[in-house]
């Protein structure tokens, strides 16, 4: 069955070092996100992109970073980890107007 | 970009009642309006979705209905059982693909 999945599913980093969350995807969807979600402000969107070489910020983009080289994959990078980046980061992808699948979400806790 | 407004954000009812969560949105050109369920500790789970080009859906317990010339739509669950108590969220999806949620509507059914 094509699944989309996220690592880690819990991850605990220190102020200032470099994080990368990994999403994959077996859907074979072009069209993949990020989001973060903290109590009070629901789902927040980070990064999406429609397909290969393709990256675009979202409304909470600042501190954040995407690549997307192949279909399956759109890891996200952390470039100097903060404490307001602690939240839980769910990965999506979608074919467009359809259904979006939800990876399980990556807790991450910046100390 | 889309801006979508969710209300209310809580919501307490009694089981067998009925439950209504409202969302508006912004992007006239918007042509995608889907609700997402989350459980706690679980990732977003689509329930129902609705096109621009429909009124009003129906599967089982839950209804969305679509007012585009007002730009909003609704979520309606009939019977609440207390399996319904989760997160709720409205979502839009304007031309270019870009799923835009809420902030969330917390459902609780009190038996």
């Known amino acids: 069955d094509a699944e989309i999945t996220q690592s880690p599913r819990h991850k605990i980093t220190e102020t200032g070092r470099q994080v990368t969350l990994a999403c994959h995807q077996t859907?074979?969807?072009?069209?993949m996100f990020w989001y973060r979600q903290d109590l009070g402000h629901g789902l927040r969107l980070i990064h999406y992109?429609?397909?290969?070489?393709?990256?675009n910020k979202g409304e909470v983009s600042d501190g954040y970073s995407v690549s997307r080289s192949n279909t399956e994959d759109l890891p996200l990078t952390l470039e100097s980890a903060a404490s307001s980046q602690t939240s839980v980061y769910f990965c999506a992808s979608s074919p467009g107007r359809s259904e979006a699948f939800f990876g399980q979400g990556t807790r991450l806790t910046v100390v | 970009g889309e801006n979508v407004e969710q209300h209310p954000s809580t919501l307490s009812v009694q089981e067998g009642d009925s439950a209504v969560i409202k969302c508006t949105y912004s992007?006239?050109?918007?042509?995608?309006f889907p609700w997402y369920k989350q459980e706690l500790g679980k990732r977003p789970q689509l329930i129902i979705d609705?096109?621009?080009?429909?009124g009003e859906k129906k599967d089982q317990r839950i209804a969305v209905t679509l007012n585009k010339t007002a730009k909003h739509f609704s979520l309606h669950i009939t019977e609440t059982q207390p399996e319904d108590s989760a997160v709720y969220f409205c979502a839009v999806e304007p031309a270019g693909n870009k799923l835009t949620f809420g902030g969330g509507t917390r459902v609780l059914v009190k038996p």
């Open positions: 992109s429609y397909g290969v070489q393709d990256t």
């Open positions: 992007d006239s050109a918007s042509n995608y």
């Open positions: 609705i096109r621009s080009n429909v």
């Open positions: 859907w074979n969807h072009n069209n």
